[in-house]
Nanobody
Framework: EVQLVESGGGLVQAGGSLRLSCAVS????????IGWFRQAPGKEREGISC????????YYADSLKGRFTISSDNAKNTVYLQMSSLKSEDTAVYYC????????????????WGQGTQVTVSS
């Protein structure tokens, strides 16, 4: 059974930093991609970044590039999202998701999703 478990969310002041983790287990194929997404109340889900497990290629939403960094520790089967210079508009539930296709992850069409972790940025 494939499982993705996010952690690291919480309450942080504007300008602060957080690192989210996504622990992945149960994949039966060697290659997959992981994406980070977020959804704020009343808004559509937004793609943040994604990474290919096989070659480490990374992609970012233009609006978030420079403040958010995705990385992967393949030995730990964990993908991280380092967030800095946080703003109140970054408040959302953050999800990680996985699929065998990087293209599908970039489109937000993923077979597997975590339960989400809440990030609240106070101004």
């Amino acid at each position: 059974e494939v499982q993705l478990v996010e952690s690291g969310g919480g309450l942080v002041q504007a300008g602060g930093s957080l690192r989210l983790s996504c622990a992945v287990s149960g994949f039966t194929f060697d290659d997959y991609a992981i994406g980070w997404f977020r959804q704020a109340p009343g808004k559509e889900r937004e793609g943040i970044s994604c990474i290919s497990r096989s070659d480490g290629r990374t992609y970012y939403a233009d609006s978030l590039k420079g403040r958010f960094t995705i990385s992967s520790d393949n030995a730990k089967n964990t993908v991280y999202l380092q967030m800095s210079s946080l703003k109140s508009e970054d408040t959302a539930v953050y999800y990680c998701a996985a699929d065998h296709s990087l293209v599908r992850v970039k489109r937000g069409v993923c077979d597997y999703w975590g339960q989400g972790t809440q990030v609240t940025v106070s101004s």
